[in-house]
């Protein structure tokens, strides 16, 4: 069987398809990767063989170029997402036919639309016998259905696009035919004719959904789910020798992720107000800063350790609390390794995950506006010394550790790709 797995220019998206990759190609599988030319490098990294399409989007740039959309998603997300956490009654379709006419045209078109002709082309050579995008690489679902192979979404976080692309329809749906607008499904239908194919709603949330969150913390979107386990993959690593030993004292992680720095402009929780606050605590604090977010942390206390990078995977299984930014990364790596977590959520679907988090247990959260030291020492307290808290963070650990590994769910993508062949 052959497979491509696609994904528009953002690096930490590749991570989340790394172990089914491995796990295809062990089962005697051909898989190819293909995103825009600068991930590449990423790509190849993996040990994965890479396909550049197309040309890298300028999404970011954009964004960053516009000062009120940058300060909405550093505070509050983007529409219609932003709703995700609110009571079905309270949206209203004018909310999601907003939001959506926002959306396609800023980001799912500026991402995939440079894609797209060459990733098709790429296809129609190739042969896929099955294709697996992230998310928002609706460039996966158009070369799929061009292709006529099965198309399947491969989640890297709370799914915000199937929630509340159901939503939308069910409302669309209700609403007078004249006014039933649709910007997804009309960018879509315009690549799909293109091409000589027909749009249907597969293409905007494929055949079925691959899901590596438990599912006491995922949203209901109600479409066809496969579960699939968390398996870690940092890229590239090193182990350092700091690990290879058990900690002398009870350690916290603090890691806010790369995503604020790299593209928000830096880190907008306070780090040295934190760092200062869990001083007088009998902890070791290992924090991961990268050098450019480090000026201005002032003189550490004599319990940090501040590095560079760390694998979490590893990081996390010496510690009794991680703190983080609520990237589906690191929440899944301390799930999967029993830690109760803090999460200083701030943007996309950190919200609704760390409230789902929360709400299951072994964790705490708090929006990042909220992250005063004083607050987050006073969490982490709760998390080291209730004993309910690590409790429920084995019992998620257990969820997680009881759904099909990547290799298990490889028979299951080997009958869909059948299915659809014949």
Not at 90 to 101: F, K, M, P, V
Request: hydrophobic share 45%; charged share 20%.
């Amino acid at each position: 069987m052959r497979v491509l797995m696609t994904y528009y220019s953002e690096r930490t998206h590749l991570f989340c398809m790394v172990p089914l990759a491995q796990a295809l190609i062990a089962a005697g599988h051909e898989v190819r990767v293909a995103s825009q030319p600068s991930q590449a490098e990423f790509i190849m990294d993996t040990g994965l063989p890479a396909v550049a399409v197309g040309k890298d989007h300028v999404v970011w740039r954009l964004v960053q170029a516009r000062e009120d959309v940058f300060a909405n998603l550093r505070t509050m997300g983007c529409p219609p997402f932003d709703r995700t956490d609110e009571p079905v009654e309270n949206i209203t379709w004018d909310d999601l036919a907003e939001g959506y006419s926002s959306i396609v045209p800023w980001w799912w078109r500026l991402v995939n639309d440079p894609m797209i002709p060459d990733l098709v082309e790429f296809c129609r050579f190739w042969q896929p016998d099955l294709v697996i995008w992230e998310p928002g690489t609706y460039a996966g679902a158009v070369a799929a259905r061009v292709t006529g192979v099965a198309g399947v979404r491969a989640l890297w976080g709370a799914d915000m696009f199937g929630y509340m692309r159901q939503l939308f329809v069910r409302l669309r749906d209700a609403q007078p035919e004249g006014s039933r607008t649709d910007p997804l499904a009309d960018w879509l239908g315009r690549w799909a004719r293109k091409y000589g194919a027909t749009f249907d709603e597969e293409m905007t949330c494929g055949r079925v959904t691959l899901d590596q969150l438990p599912e006491s913390v995922r949203l209901p979107t109600g479409l066809p789910i496969r579960s699939m386990r968390y398996a870690p993959y940092n890229g590239r690593s090193v182990v350092p020798r700091w690990l290879w030993e058990p900690a002398e004292r009870r350690r916290v992680c603090l890691t806010l992720g790369t995503s604020s720095s790299e593209r928000m402009g830096g880190y907008s929780a306070p780090v040295a107000d934190i760092l200062g606050s869990l001083a007088e605590l009998d902890v070791e604090v290992v924090a991961t800063v990268p050098e450019r977010e480090r000026a201005g942390l002032g003189t550490l206390p004599p319990n940090v350790r501040l590095v560079e990078f760390a694998p979490l995977h590893a990081l996390a299984a010496t510690c009794e609390v991680v703190i983080h930014h609520g990237g589906w990364g690191s929440a899944s790596t301390s799930g999967i390794n029993g830690v109760p977590q803090l999460v200083l959520a701030q943007q996309f679907d950190a919200p609704p995950l760390a409230r789902r988090l929360a709400a299951r247990g072994g964790a705490l959260q708090m929006h990042e506006s909220q992250a005063t030291g004083a607050n987050v020492r006073e969490h982490v307290v709760r998390l080291l010394e209730e004993p309910a808290f690590a409790r429920e963070a084995a019992g998620l650990r257990d969820e997680m550790l009881a759904m099909p590994s990547p290799s298990e769910i490889v028979p299951e993508l080997e009958r869909l790709a059948a299915e659809r062949r014949s």
